[in-house]
């Protein structure tokens, strides 16, 4: 498999999720030339707009295993909407104008039985 053929299966799933965060993929190879390779996948993603980038690991070992664990996980991803999505859902939020990211600034917290 070349890089170019990784690159696209990344990019695949990353859109299949909602473009949302980012894929990393770690590479590393151990002992002689020929040895063992070993890779490491995470998504790195904000949970809200204001919050610390957060990293979940998606898979580990051989790329090709690392590739297939990224299919599992974007099968079974689920976007969670923002604080502002939910606002504008519930009619509290005005709609986004052009180039507007977070309508008035504004921040809502939102609670449901």
């Known amino acids: 498999m070349t890089i170019e ?5 990344l990019r695949a799933a990353h859109a299949r999720i909602g473009n949302e965060g980012r894929f990393a993929l770690t590479l590393s190879l151990t002992g ?3 040895g063992a390779e070993e ?3 995470t998504h790195w993603f904000r949970p809200d ?12 070992g ?16 689920r976007r969670q909407p923002t604080f ?3 606002g504008r859902t519930l ?3 005005p709609p986004a104008v ?13 609670a449901a039985e």
């Open 5 to 9: 053929e990784v690159r696209a299966r």
């Open 32 to 34: 002689p030339p020929g």
């Open 39 to 41: 890779a490491y996948l």
């Open 49 to 60: 707009p204001y919050a610390f980038e957060d990293c979940k690991a998606v898979g580990s």
């Open 62 to 77: 051989t790329v090709a295993e690392c590739l297939a664990a990224l299919e599992r996980y974007a099968a079974g991803y």
């Open 84 to 86: 502002n999505e939910v």
């Open 91 to 93: 009619g509290l939020v």
């Open 98 to 110: 052009d180039g507007d990211h977070e309508p008035g600034g504004h921040r809502f917290l939102v």
